[in-house]
Protein backbone atom coordinates (compact mmCIF):
# COMPACT_ATOMS: atom_id res chain seq x y z
CA UNK A 1 0.00 0.00 0.00
CA UNK A 2 1.27 3.37 -0.79
CA UNK A 3 2.46 5.13 2.18
CA UNK A 4 1.82 8.89 2.77
CA UNK A 5 4.94 11.56 2.13
CA UNK A 6 6.42 12.33 5.14
CA UNK A 7 7.50 16.08 4.89
CA UNK A 8 10.15 18.36 6.82
CA UNK A 9 9.18 19.32 9.85
CA UNK A 10 8.20 23.11 10.91
CA UNK A 11 6.84 25.21 13.08
CA UNK A 12 3.06 24.87 13.20
CA UNK A 13 1.41 27.87 12.21
CA UNK A 14 -0.66 29.28 15.04
CA UNK A 15 -4.41 30.15 15.24
CA UNK A 16 -5.61 33.27 16.96
CA UNK A 17 -5.47 30.82 20.26
CA UNK A 18 -1.93 29.85 19.95
CA UNK A 19 -2.78 26.42 19.03
CA UNK A 20 -2.94 24.36 15.19
CA UNK A 21 -6.24 23.09 15.14
CA UNK A 22 -6.30 19.07 13.96
CA UNK A 23 -8.65 19.57 11.26
CA UNK A 24 -6.97 22.19 9.46
CA UNK A 25 -3.45 20.66 9.66
CA UNK A 26 -5.02 17.45 7.93
CA UNK A 27 -6.83 19.42 5.13
CA UNK A 28 -3.74 21.38 5.24
CA UNK A 29 -1.65 18.48 3.81
CA UNK A 30 -4.72 16.28 2.31
CA UNK A 31 -2.91 12.96 3.37
CA UNK A 32 -4.90 9.86 4.72
CA UNK A 33 -2.42 7.46 6.40
CA UNK A 34 -4.41 3.89 7.23
CA UNK A 35 -4.72 2.41 10.26
CA UNK A 36 -2.40 -0.99 9.72
CA UNK A 37 0.11 1.48 8.82
CA UNK A 38 -0.39 3.35 11.92
CA UNK A 39 -0.60 0.04 14.01
CA UNK A 40 2.75 -0.79 12.68
CA UNK A 41 4.71 2.18 13.27
CA UNK A 42 3.16 2.41 16.87
CA UNK A 43 3.97 -1.34 17.92
CA UNK A 44 7.64 -0.73 16.42
CA UNK A 45 7.80 2.04 19.13
CA UNK A 46 6.20 1.08 21.73
CA UNK A 47 8.32 -2.49 21.53
CA UNK A 48 11.93 0.08 21.57
CA UNK A 49 9.99 1.88 24.36
CA UNK A 50 9.48 -0.98 26.29
CA UNK A 51 12.84 -2.27 25.81
CA UNK A 52 14.31 0.68 26.77
CA UNK A 53 13.39 1.19 29.96
CA UNK A 54 15.68 1.45 32.89
CA UNK A 55 13.75 1.30 36.21
CA UNK A 56 12.43 -2.33 36.23
CA UNK A 57 14.25 -5.40 37.92
CA UNK A 58 16.19 -6.20 36.37
CA UNK A 59 16.93 -3.20 33.90
CA UNK A 60 16.04 -3.83 29.71
CA UNK A 61 18.25 -1.63 28.16
CA UNK A 62 18.19 1.45 29.93
CA UNK A 63 17.67 4.06 27.77
CA UNK A 64 14.95 6.03 29.67
CA UNK A 65 14.47 6.47 33.26
CA UNK A 66 10.80 4.54 33.10
CA UNK A 67 9.19 1.33 35.10
CA UNK A 68 5.65 1.44 33.87
CA UNK A 69 5.20 -2.24 32.84
CA UNK A 70 6.37 -4.11 35.77
CA UNK A 71 3.89 -6.02 37.66
CA UNK A 72 6.18 -5.29 40.98
CA UNK A 73 6.56 -1.81 40.59
CA UNK A 74 5.04 0.64 37.55
CA UNK A 75 2.81 -1.98 36.53
CA UNK A 76 1.11 -2.92 40.09
CA UNK A 77 0.85 1.16 40.22
CA UNK A 78 -1.36 1.97 37.33
CA UNK A 79 -3.28 -1.09 37.76
CA UNK A 80 -4.87 0.22 41.30
CA UNK A 81 -4.49 4.12 40.24
CA UNK A 82 -6.68 3.22 36.60
CA UNK A 83 -7.44 -0.63 36.97
CA UNK A 84 -9.59 -0.71 33.21
CA UNK A 85 -7.37 1.36 31.43
CA UNK A 86 -4.26 0.89 33.35
CA UNK A 87 -2.26 -0.89 30.58
CA UNK A 88 -3.29 1.50 27.51
CA UNK A 89 -1.65 4.19 29.97
CA UNK A 90 1.56 2.31 30.82
CA UNK A 91 1.83 2.05 27.20
CA UNK A 92 1.01 5.84 26.59
CA UNK A 93 3.46 6.48 29.68
CA UNK A 94 7.10 4.66 28.18
CA UNK A 95 6.09 6.11 24.53
CA UNK A 96 6.27 9.54 26.10
CA UNK A 97 9.44 8.85 27.84
CA UNK A 98 11.32 7.35 24.55
CA UNK A 99 9.47 10.50 22.42
CA UNK A 100 11.41 12.94 25.97
CA UNK A 101 14.45 11.43 25.65
CA UNK A 102 14.57 11.50 21.53
CA UNK A 103 14.10 14.96 21.68
CA UNK A 104 17.01 15.64 24.00
CA UNK A 105 19.29 14.51 21.60
CA UNK A 106 17.83 15.84 18.84
CA UNK A 107 18.02 19.23 20.50
CA UNK A 108 21.90 18.65 20.29
CA UNK A 109 21.73 18.66 16.52
CA UNK A 110 22.43 22.74 15.28
CA UNK A 111 19.38 22.08 12.75
CA UNK A 112 17.10 19.18 14.94
CA UNK A 113 14.46 20.33 12.87
CA UNK A 114 15.40 19.39 9.50
CA UNK A 115 15.73 15.30 10.94
CA UNK A 116 13.24 12.68 11.13
CA UNK A 117 13.71 10.13 14.20
CA UNK A 118 11.70 7.03 15.62
CA UNK A 119 10.08 9.13 17.88
CA UNK A 120 9.45 12.19 15.89
CA UNK A 121 8.54 11.52 12.58
CA UNK A 122 6.47 14.93 11.57
CA UNK A 123 3.91 17.08 12.92
CA UNK A 124 0.96 15.46 11.06
CA UNK A 125 2.31 11.25 11.44
CA UNK A 126 3.35 12.37 15.41
CA UNK A 127 -0.44 13.85 15.34
CA UNK A 128 -2.30 10.63 13.74
CA UNK A 129 -0.28 8.21 15.91
CA UNK A 130 -1.37 10.12 19.39
CA UNK A 131 -4.51 10.14 18.23
CA UNK A 132 -4.94 6.57 17.32
CA UNK A 133 -3.36 5.18 20.35
CA UNK A 134 -5.87 7.33 22.45
CA UNK A 135 -8.22 5.39 20.01
CA UNK A 136 -6.81 2.01 21.35
CA UNK A 137 -6.96 3.42 24.88
CA UNK A 138 -10.51 4.54 24.21
CA UNK A 139 -11.48 1.03 22.79
CA UNK A 140 -9.69 -0.76 25.87
CA UNK A 141 -9.08 -4.28 23.84
CA UNK A 142 -5.95 -5.64 25.20
CA UNK A 143 -2.95 -4.42 23.45
CA UNK A 144 -1.74 -7.74 21.89
CA UNK A 145 -4.88 -8.12 20.49
CA UNK A 146 -4.46 -4.85 18.29
CA UNK A 147 -1.30 -4.76 18.43
CA UNK A 148 -0.24 -8.49 18.27
CA UNK A 149 3.55 -7.86 17.33
CA UNK A 150 3.74 -6.42 20.44
CA UNK A 151 6.91 -8.45 22.30
CA UNK A 152 4.99 -8.47 25.61
CA UNK A 153 2.03 -8.71 27.60
CA UNK A 154 0.94 -6.61 30.67
CA UNK A 155 -0.26 -8.64 33.40
CA UNK A 156 0.55 -7.64 37.26
CA UNK A 157 -0.35 -11.29 37.95
CA UNK A 158 2.44 -12.90 35.95
CA UNK A 159 5.86 -11.79 36.16
CA UNK A 160 7.12 -13.74 32.91
CA UNK A 161 4.63 -11.24 30.82
CA UNK A 162 7.06 -8.64 30.84
CA UNK A 163 10.49 -10.69 30.61
CA UNK A 164 12.95 -9.07 28.13
CA UNK A 165 14.79 -11.29 25.81
CA UNK A 166 17.58 -9.49 24.04
CA UNK A 167 17.97 -11.82 21.18
CA UNK A 168 14.14 -12.00 20.72
CA UNK A 169 13.95 -7.90 20.46
CA UNK A 170 17.19 -8.33 18.12
CA UNK A 171 15.24 -10.60 15.88
CA UNK A 172 12.25 -8.62 16.03
CA UNK A 173 14.55 -5.18 14.76
CA UNK A 174 16.12 -7.50 11.97
CA UNK A 175 12.93 -8.25 10.90
CA UNK A 176 12.19 -4.66 10.07
CA UNK A 177 14.38 -4.77 7.19
CA UNK A 178 17.76 -3.57 5.72
CA UNK A 179 18.68 -0.21 6.25
CA UNK A 180 22.51 1.35 7.09
CA UNK A 181 23.52 4.36 9.12
CA UNK A 182 26.44 6.45 9.53
CA UNK A 183 27.75 7.95 12.97
CA UNK A 184 26.59 11.92 13.49
CA UNK A 185 26.87 13.68 16.20
CA UNK A 186 24.14 13.06 17.56
CA UNK A 187 24.01 9.09 17.35
CA UNK A 188 22.93 7.35 14.02
CA UNK A 189 22.06 8.66 9.99
CA UNK A 190 20.72 7.02 7.74
CA UNK A 191 22.56 6.69 4.53
CA UNK A 192 20.82 7.25 1.28
CA UNK A 193 17.65 8.61 0.30
CA UNK A 194 14.49 8.80 2.82
CA UNK A 195 11.67 6.82 2.32
CA UNK A 196 8.57 8.31 1.84
CA UNK A 197 6.57 5.93 3.08
CA UNK A 198 5.94 6.42 6.65
CA UNK A 199 5.98 2.43 7.52
CA UNK A 200 9.19 1.84 5.34
CA UNK A 201 10.72 5.39 7.11
CA UNK A 202 9.88 3.93 11.07
CA UNK A 203 11.28 -0.05 9.64
CA UNK A 204 14.46 1.81 8.71
CA UNK A 205 15.11 3.87 11.72
CA UNK A 206 14.08 0.96 14.18
CA UNK A 207 16.22 -1.56 12.09
CA UNK A 208 19.23 0.93 12.72
CA UNK A 209 19.12 0.07 16.52
CA UNK A 210 20.11 -3.36 15.68
CA UNK A 211 23.38 -4.24 18.34
CA UNK A 212 26.37 -3.64 16.83
CA UNK A 213 28.81 -6.59 17.47
CA UNK A 214 26.17 -8.32 19.51
CA UNK A 215 25.84 -5.44 22.38
CA UNK A 216 23.07 -2.88 22.21
CA UNK A 217 23.89 0.99 22.55
CA UNK A 218 24.59 1.56 25.76
CA UNK A 219 22.58 4.86 25.62
CA UNK A 220 19.67 5.49 23.12
CA UNK A 221 21.39 5.83 20.18
CA UNK A 222 19.01 8.70 18.35
CA UNK A 223 18.56 6.61 14.82
CA UNK A 224 17.61 9.69 12.99
CA UNK A 225 16.96 10.13 8.68
CA UNK A 226 17.12 13.86 6.69
CA UNK A 227 13.76 14.92 6.47
CA UNK A 228 12.64 14.97 2.43
CA UNK A 229 12.22 18.32 0.84
Known amino acids: MP ?3 VR ?6 STSQGVHSRA ?3 EERGVTIPNSTLDHILTVQLNVAWAGEHDCQPPRLAWWRCDLSSPASGG ?14 ALI ?5 AQTVDATKRRSLAD ?9 LGPLLNERLDERLNEHRTNNKPPKEVLPELLFRL ?3 DDDASAFDKQEFADFLNGLGPTRFNPSPAGRLLVGDTPSAPELLANKLGAM ?3 SNGEFAKSWPFPHARARA
Do not use: E, H, N
Not at 8 to 13: G, I, M, T
Not at 112 to 120: E, I, M, W
Open 3 to 5: GAA
Open 8 to 13: PLASRR
Open 24 to 26: SLC
Open 76 to 89: DFLARLLPTTWKWA
Open 93 to 97: GIRKA
Open 112 to 120: GDAYRSLFD
Open 155 to 157: DID
Open 209 to 211: LVP
